[in-house]
């Protein structure tokens, strides 16, 4: 990976494992990923990483579908989940693909360099 490329995905990931919203499993293979930059492994972990932000990234629909649901509504409250569904609407509507709370936003950014 060119180091200008290389850079950015550092610093990304950095912000990545702070933002609140970042599962632990994510946290978990992106601080793998950043020790093994620049060691013989970085070519494997950067596979592995690249396979965890795309399973972890949420598609806006399974989003709005989670948040409505019963399970939703138990998991963040119901007026959360309402406020979450009707965001979340409102953003497919002007074309998102994906969730853009601070997590899903950089796993967006990250996939797009590194994939």
């Known amino acids: 990976m060119e180091k200008e490329l290389l850079n950015q995905v550092i610093e990304k990931t950095k912000k990545l494992i702070e ?3 970042c599962c632990a499993d994510l946290k978990e293979v992106a601080s ?3 020790h093994a930059v620049g060691t013989v492994d970085e070519e494997r972990q950067t596979a ?3 396979q965890e932000l795309k399973e972890d990234i949420m598609p806006i629909d399974q989003l709005i579908g989670f948040a409505g ?3 939703g509504k138990k998991y963040f409250g119901e007026e959360k989940a309402l406020q979450i569904v009707e965001h979340s609407n409102a953003i497919k509507q002007q074309g998102a693909v ?3 709370c601070p997590a899903c936003t950089i796993v967006e950014e990250l996939i797009n360099l590194l994939g």
């Open 48 to 50: 592995l990483f690249l």
């Open 69 to 71: 649901s019963e399970n």
């Open 19 to 21: 933002a609140p919203t």
């Open 32 to 34: 793998a990923w950043l």
């Open 98 to 100: 994906y969730c853009d």
